[in-house]
């Protein structure tokens, strides 16, 4: 239980990290 509630939390975190590389390269563009 715990490791799935850690699994969750670090893909949280990936996607608050992708989606903050994509709005950088929107506002490149």
Same mark, same amino acid.
């Given at each position: $239980?715990?490791? @799935?509630?850690? =699994?969750?939390?670090?893909? @949280? @975190? =990936? %996607?608050? $990290? %992708? #989606?903050? #590389?994509? %709005? =950088? #390269?929107?506002? #490149?563009?």
């Amino acid at each position: $239980m715990i490791y @799935l509630y850690t =699994e969750i939390q670090s893909n @949280l @975190l =990936e %996607n608050r $990290m %992708n #989606i903050s #590389i994509v %709005n =950088e #390269i929107n506002k #490149i563009f």
